[in-house]
């Protein structure tokens, strides 16, 4: 079956960076896109980007370029998101989900969902 | 950007209810409409997309209805697994937007 599997959690310092995975696998890997969405602790959903695991092509919410860049690997099916100058506004769980591979540029629904990475910012 | 806003913010109903949340876009976006549920601590899981369609393996007490710039989601014959936040996607364009949510409590 279709299933998306996140790395553990981060805690972070204010200034650092962090990278995420999210790997793939039950489907054709380079066939659909990947979407990055965050949710703050208490709050609501926040598209960060997406990236085509085909191509490499990204796409970022405007709030997050310059900090964001979201990389693939073909060869063990995986997804990266790496968000750099963290800042306690960061702290967050960040999930990875696959949008359907017949939507235009990927912008759709997500299913399914990873599990969800928390990275905490804390000095 | 495409601002979507639900309502209610809380909802608080009893099992067996029939229970709606409704989702508003700043513009038109035809049925490009998704809606989610989400439980403490889990991903949110996609219930309904294009508006109106059921994803496969959610019963059919969910439904949805609407297009352009009002949509709705609705919950018939309410069960105890039901009671969760709830939001509603946009995806006529990017940034893909999403409601701030509508939290179904127990009455």
């Known amino acids: 079956q279709v299933q998306l599997v996140q790395s553990g959690a981060e805690v972070k310092k204010p200034g650092a960076s962090v990278k995420v995975s999210c790997k793939a696998s039950g489907y054709t890997f380079t066939s659909y896109y990947m979407h990055w969405v965050r949710q703050a602790p208490g709050q609501g959903l926040e598209w960060m980007g997406i990236?085509?695991?085909?191509?490499?092509?990204?796409r970022y919410a405007q709030k997050f370029q310059g900090r964001v860049t979201m990389t693939r690997d073909t060869s063990t099916s995986t997804v990266y998101m790496e968000l750099s100058s963290l800042r306690s506004e960061d702290t967050a769980v960040y999930y990875c989900?696959?949008?359907?591979?017949?939507?235009?540029?990927?912008?759709?629904?997500?299913?399914?969902w990873g599990q969800g990475t928390l990275v905490t910012v804390s000095s | 950007d495409i601002q979507m806003t639900q309502s209610p913010s809380t909802l608080s109903a009893s099992v067996g209810d029939r229970v709606t949340v409704t989702c508003r876009a700043s513009?038109?976006?035809?049925?490009?409409l998704a809606w989610y549920q989400q439980k403490p601590g889990k991903a949110p899981n996609l219930l309904i997309y294009?508006?109106?369609s059921l994803q496969t393996g959610v019963p059919s007490r969910f439904s949805g209805s609407g297009s352009g710039t009002e949509f709705t989601l609705t919950i018939s014959g309410l069960q105890p697994d039901d009671f969760a936040t709830y939001y509603c996607?946009?995806?006529?364009?990017?940034?893909?937007?999403f409601g701030q949510g509508t939290r179904l409590e127990i009455k």
């Open positions: 996607q946009q995806y006529n364009s990017y940034p893909i937007t």
């Open positions: 989900g696959r949008s359907p591979n017949y939507c235009t540029d990927g912008v759709c629904w997500f299913a399914p």
């Open positions: 990236i085509n695991p085909g191509g490499g092509s990204t």
């Open positions: 513009q038109s976006i035809s049925s490009w």
């Open positions: 294009k508006a109106s």
